[in-house]
């Protein structure tokens, strides 16, 4: 279809590549086989992939060529390729769960998400690493390799949507799907130094997800850049009258918004999350204050937010969480509980100890806690807080993983449902991302994307990739 | 949570072949959820709701 290269295929964003293909610039084939050929050479590195679908991505790459030459364009991300965490089923595909318990669980339907990316025309790679059912990882007992961060990788790319910030972050695949239950979207987006969205709760189907914790679930789009962000979020949001927690609201236009200036917006920044409930790495501070005053400096108003602690916002998202996770892998925790890898043991049978009461107090509090986000809100237009206060640790020492997983302020946001987005905010001293997080009004993830796009424009972390070869 | 207590209770919920294959992952799954209760808050207004709260009618 062209005689030279773009730029490096792999480098193409969302945005890039469907409006390439669409004016004949680009041949999806062209662009499938630049990324097959880059996972040939990386994935052994990475284990992005549990299960790579190369062969039937290049039949649908030759379809949605000759479908693109015909000038019959499926929707808006034509020939585009597409990553899927292994909670969310693919027909024709095994759903794992990164788990022995659900080897040869073959999806007979794809996903909402799914359906809606493939009726857009995007193009299935495969199924993506991720903790053991969403919460038991980094592990090494399973029957496939913990995904490993492209920056460095002798560390720990985040999770529990391992497979899918690594994959996106290296140049694997431009977008995926991720999960986000207490932050597993928004976790490896941090490490991994991409944009990862948790939408609000209910904006995204989950019909078609192996579900982790019924009321927490999100399903989140990850890629490189906030308007290839958008793009993804404009296809997979909307109502679904078969999932229970799915709202009624009308389908966003996300990605027109994105370029508008953030004068006179109103940014409240929860400096406490980071510098009092559970302090910071010195770099993760230096860099949300340097986000704050970009902000500053391109018209927003930046002012200081309290919410309840970092603590107990975890300790009502645990309580919920393995309380429901428990209702769903009881009768495997009684009957296999050896087919389980240690960490997903461990923190699924934490379930069996909470009382129906210790259940209802945290749902309790919680609605308390949304009305204490919610009236934040009222006063600003955007939250801005820390997500990692670490870079990302060694994958293989448990004890530092043990001891920077919780150092998080991701949570939060999965209790109170409010659309959350981490991103980059700089590098390490030694070469890692570092990650801020900005927070939205309910169903006003618009917002959230031109405030993280002023960022992303002034600083230029779009334009940072790993150095993996 | 002492030893006993966390018998019974992993009993109680059917956990015994856990509990006979890896007693040290239900020690620490007991210990995890006894930590964390503590952390929270109770609400003091008696009439406070959990959440989601019952809404008649928006069934499937």
Same mark, same amino acid.
């Given at each position: ?469 | ?8 209770? /992993?009993?109680? $919920? ?8 890896? *007693?040290? #992952?239900?020690? !620490?799954? /007991?210990?995890? $959820? ?8 109770? *609400?003091? #207004?008696?009439? !406070? ?12």
């Amino acid at each position: 279809m062209r005689d030279g290269p773009l730029t490096e295929l792999h480098w193409l964003g969302v945005a890039e590549a469907a409006k390439a293909i669409a004016e004949k610039d680009l041949s999806p084939v062209e662009l499938m086989k630049a990324l097959l050929d880059r996972i040939a050479t990386l994935d052994p590195k990475l284990n992005a992939f549990i299960r790579l679908d190369g062969e039937a991505a290049m039949q649908a790459a030759k379809a949605a060529e000759a479908e693109a030459t015909a000038g019959r364009l499926r929707g808006k991300l034509h020939g585009v390729p597409v990553g899927i965490k292994d909670i969310i089923n693919v027909a024709g595909l095994p759903t794992t769960g990164h788990s022995k318990i659900l080897q040869g669980n073959l999806a007979s339907a794809d996903a909402v998400c799914v359906e809606k990316l493939r009726g857009a025309g995007a193009i299935v790679m495969g199924k993506l690493s991720t903790h053991e059912f969403a919460i038991g990882g980094p592990s090494f007992d399973l029957p496939w390799p913990p995904a490993r961060n492209p920056w460095n990788t002798g560390h720990h790319p985040g999770g529990s949507s391992s497979g899918s910030g690594s994959g996106v972050s290296a140049g694997l695949f431009p977008m995926a799907l991720g999960s986000d239950t207490g932050g597993s979207v928004r976790n490896p987006a941090s490490c991994c130094g991409i944009v990862g969205l948790k939408p609000t709760y209910g904006l995204v189907s989950r019909r078609g997800v192996f579900p982790l914790s019924f009321t927490l679930d999100h399903i989140g789009p990850m890629t490189r850049t906030v308007a290839d962000n958008a793009m993804m979020l404009e296809v997979i949001a909307g109502h679904d009258p078969h999932d229970p927690g799915s709202a009624a609201v009308p389908n966003g236009h996300y990605a027109a918004g994105v370029e508008r200036s953030v004068r006179d917006l109103r940014v409240g920044f929860i400096r406490h999350f980071h510098e009092i409930d559970v302090p910071a790495e010195p770099e993760v501070t230096a860099a949300l204050e340097h986000v704050a005053r970009t902000l500053q400096l391109e018209g927003a108003e930046v002012r200081d937010v309290h919410l309840p602690t970092l603590g107990e916002f975890g300790a009502v998202n645990r309580v919920i969480l393995q309380s429901e996770a428990w209702a769903i892998h009881g009768p495997w925790l009684r009957e296999r509980p050896g087919d389980y890898g240690q960490l997903a043991r461990r923190r699924l049978m934490a379930g069996a100890f909470f009382s129906a009461g210790d259940y209802v107090q945290a749902q309790r509090r919680r609605l308390e806690m949304i009305a204490e986000v919610e009236a934040a809100l009222r006063d600003v237009d955007v939250l801005l807080c820390a997500s990692s206060m670490d870079p990302a640790c060694r994958i293989d020492r448990p004890a530092d993983l043990e001891r920077t997983y919780p150092r998080q302020a991701r949570t939060p946001f999965n209790v109170t449902g409010h659309p959350a987005l981490a991103m980059m905010a700089g590098l390490s001293q030694d070469g890692l991302p570092l990650s801020v997080q900005f927070v939205g009004r309910y169903f006003d993830e618009a917002t959230l994307f031109q405030v993280a796009r002023a960022w992303e424009q002034a600083s230029g972390v779009d334009r940072k990739h790993p150095p993996i070869v | 949570m002492d030893k006993a207590m966390i018998e019974l209770l /992993a009993r109680r $919920a059917g956990l015994t072949k856990a509990l006979a294959e890896f *007693p040290e #992952d239900v020690t !620490a799954a /007991a210990t995890q $959820a006894a930590n964390v209760v503590e952390k929270i808050k109770q *609400p003091i #207004d008696p009439a !406070a709701e959990p959440w989601p709260p019952m809404r008649a009618g928006t069934g499937l």
